[in-house]
C-alpha cells in the first residue's frame, strides 16, 4: 500500500513538472513571439520613414540636377538678375501698383 501510494505521489509529481515544463516552454514562446512583433513593428515604422528620406533625398537631387542644367544659361542669369536683383531690361517700363 505505501509502494502504491509513492507510486501515484511520483507520477504525480513526475505530471507536474511536465505540466510546469510545458508553461515554461509556452511562456518563452510567447515572450519571444511578443517581442519579435515588437522589433517588427519598429522596422517597419523605420522602413518607411527611410522610404520617405529616400523620396526626398531623390527628389532635391533632381531638382539640384535641374539647376545645375541651367546656371550657366543665359535664361538663369536673367531670371537671377530680374528676381534676387531687381535689374530690368534698358528698354522696360517697370508699372508699381500700390
Known amino acids: ?3 502504491a501510494y509513492a507510486d501515484r505521489k511520483s507520477r504525480w509529481s513526475l505530471r507536474f513538472l511536465i505540466l510546469g515544463l510545458c508553461l515554461l516552454v509556452l511562456y518563452a514562446a510567447v515572450s519571444i513571439y511578443l517581442r519579435q512583433e515588437k522589433e517588427f513593428a519598429r522596422l517597419s515604422l523605420e522602413a518607411e520613414e527611410l522610404n520617405l528620406q529616400l523620396e526626398n533625398t531623390l527628389r532635391e537631387n533632381k531638382d539640384i540636377q535641374e539647376l545645375n542644367a541651367l546656371v550657366g544659361s ?7 538678375a530680374r528676381d534676387q536683383l531687381g535689374l530690368v531690361r534698358p528698354d522696360e517700363i517697370i508699372f508699381i501698383h500700390r
Open 1 to 3: 500500500m505505501a509502494k
Open 74 to 80: 543665359s535664361e538663369y542669369i536673367e531670371r537671377v
